[in-house]
């Protein structure tokens, strides 16, 4: 279909002007009062809950696993300054690091799952650029997802040692709620478990806040979603090129990419940040949606509600990983950690590689 081909193409230069553009674009992050904009929806956007939320989703970035494990990383302040650690995973072939614990102010507990970006956002995005929905997804007839998303989740660790410390934490605490979070790869990653958690242990428990995501799946997806996920809340950032992939091809129905919803976009208007309630059908035309192919950009996709939410080392992940691994075992060792409860520290160090 030529048209096909022409939309296909016009994605892919937008998104190479926008590469172009990462390194010129200023850096983002001006604090002003929040201006929540419901535009008739009936939904709630609880700013300060957001914004404790994307801290987390940003703390699990950091690469030094000792600091996190005591809670002292640079990101670990402010409105999560009191969080419980209990449990760390950390996957080092495929770039993957999970946190579970218990945030005693909002009486949650909290899930955050930080998704491979190896060395550069730049690559990562050429790789989604192309990729068509490849996988029936379990149970859920006629759904499509994205297999290197939803097996990052269902074929490493991430599974069973995110569903057992969430069930243990539970066991403990009474039953709290859960919110699952992450940005970009990791907020495709905390769908698939936000999911699975829900069928697990019911849908009013389980909150998902995902920042820059990602489409993971097709329209059945996205509809199955909407159902067992309803406390979902997708934050889009201005111009973020990432929330535009793999591409939505509105007259493709069957073979697209499509989000669920409910999609709250981050924008500036006349110098006040607003954060507008999107409707409820996923792809919200004036939301996120509205911004031109040509302006989309990689910068913006680094920032949400002014905190900075991507890796704090780019070079070599799995390098990396192996390094702080390595000094948290050294650490763990030698009593150097000391800490008044006890956190699981789940490590792979020799998994397949997924995606
Ligand atoms: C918003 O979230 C905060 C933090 O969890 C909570 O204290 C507050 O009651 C919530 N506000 C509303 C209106 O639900
Ligand atoms: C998902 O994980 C389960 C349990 O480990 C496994 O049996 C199943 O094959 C996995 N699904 C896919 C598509 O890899
Ligand atoms: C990971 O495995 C490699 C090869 O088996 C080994 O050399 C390295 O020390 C291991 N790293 C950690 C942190 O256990």
Same mark, same amino acid.
């Given at each position: 279909?030529? @048209?096909?081909?022409? /939309?296909?193409?016009? !994605?892919?230069?937008?998104?190479?002007?926008? &590469?172009?553009?990462?390194?010129?674009?200023?850096?983002?992050?001006?604090?002003?009062?929040?201006?929540?904009?419901?535009?008739?929806?009936?939904?709630?956007?609880?700013?300060?809950?957001?914004?404790?939320?994307?801290?987390?989703? @940003?703390?699990?970035?950091?690469?030094?696993?000792?600091?996190?494990?005591?809670?002292?990383?640079?990101?670990?302040?402010?409105?999560?300054?009191?969080?419980?650690?209990?449990?760390?995973?950390?996957?080092?072939?495929?770039?993957?690091?999970?946190? /579970?614990?218990?945030?005693?102010?909002?009486?949650?507990?909290?899930?955050?799952?930080?998704?491979?970006?190896?060395?550069?956002?730049?690559?990562? $995005?050429?790789?989604? &650029?192309?990729?068509?929905?490849?996988?029936?997804?379990?149970?859920?007839?006629? #759904?499509?997802?994205? $297999?290197?998303?939803?097996?990052?989740?269902?074929?490493?660790?991430?599974?069973?040692?995110?569903?057992?410390?969430?069930?243990?934490?539970?066991? &403990?605490?009474?039953?709290?709620?859960?919110?699952?979070?992450?940005?970009?790869?990791?907020?495709?990653?905390?769908?698939?478990?936000?999911?699975?958690?829900?069928?697990?242990?019911? +849908?009013?428990?389980?909150?998902?806040?995902?920042?820059?995501?990602?489409?993971?799946?097709?329209?059945?997806?996205? +509809?199955?979603? #909407?159902?067992?996920?309803?406390?979902?809340?997708?934050?889009?950032?201005?111009?973020?090129?990432?929330?535009?992939?793999?591409?939505?091809? *509105?007259?493709?129905?069957?073979?697209?990419?499509?989000?669920?919803?409910?999609?709250?976009?981050?924008?500036? !208007?006349?110098?006040?940040?607003? *954060?507008? !309630?999107?409707?409820?059908?996923?792809?919200?035309?004036?939301?996120?949606?509205?911004? %031109?192919?040509? %302006?989309?950009?990689?910068?913006?996709?680094?920032?949400?509600?002014?905190?900075?939410?991507?890796?704090?080392?780019? %070079?070599?992940?799995?390098?990396?990983?192996?390094?702080? /691994?390595?000094? &948290?075992?050294? +650490?763990?060792?030698?009593?150097? !950690?000391?800490?008044?409860? @006890?956190?699981?520290?789940?490590?792979?160090?020799? @998994?397949?590689?997924?995606?």
């Amino acid at each position: 279909m030529d @048209s096909q081909r022409w /939309v296909v193409k016009l !994605v892919v230069v937008a998104a190479a002007v926008a &590469l172009l553009l990462l390194p010129t674009a200023p850096p983002g992050g001006a604090r002003r009062e929040p201006d929540v904009k419901n535009n008739g929806q009936t939904f709630v956007f609880n700013y300060t809950l957001a914004k404790a939320v994307v801290e987390y989703a @940003s703390a699990v970035y950091m690469t030094d696993l000792t600091a996190l494990y005591t809670w002292t990383c640079s990101r670990c302040n402010d409105l999560i300054r009191g969080f419980e650690m209990t449990c760390i995973i950390v996957d080092v072939q495929n770039c993957l690091q999970a946190f /579970v614990g218990v945030d005693h102010n909002t009486n949650a507990i909290i899930v955050s799952i930080r998704g491979t970006q190896e060395n550069s956002v730049q690559n990562w $995005i050429k790789d989604i &650029l192309w990729k068509q929905v490849d996988f029936d997804y379990p149970n859920m007839p006629n #759904a499509k997802v994205h $297999i290197g998303f939803y097996s990052s989740y269902n074929n490493t660790l991430l599974r069973p040692v995110i569903t057992n410390a969430v069930h243990k934490a539970r066991k &403990l605490h009474g039953n709290m709620g859960i919110i699952v979070t992450g940005h970009s790869m990791g907020g495709a990653i905390a769908s698939f478990c936000a999911l699975d958690l829900a069928i697990r242990f019911g +849908s009013n428990s389980v909150h998902l806040m995902s920042f820059g995501q990602p489409r993971v799946g097709n329209a059945a997806f996205a +509809s199955y979603f #909407a159902k067992y996920v309803p406390n979902t809340i997708r934050m889009t950032h201005e111009c973020d090129i990432v929330p535009h992939l793999p591409p939505y091809f *509105f007259f493709l129905p069957q073979l697209t990419y499509r989000h669920f919803p409910r999609e709250v976009w981050e924008h500036e !208007v006349d110098g006040t940040t607003i *954060f507008q !309630v999107c409707d409820g059908s996923g792809e919200d035309p004036n939301c996120c949606r509205s911004v %031109s192919v040509l %302006s989309w950009s990689a910068s913006d996709h680094l920032t949400y509600m002014g905190v900075e939410i991507a890796a704090d080392d780019w %070079s070599t992940c799995r390098i990396v990983l192996g390094q702080s /691994v390595e000094k &948290l075992q050294m +650490s763990l060792a030698s009593n150097i !950690v000391t800490s008044g409860h @006890s956190v699981d520290v789940v490590i792979a160090n020799d @998994s397949l590689q997924v995606g």
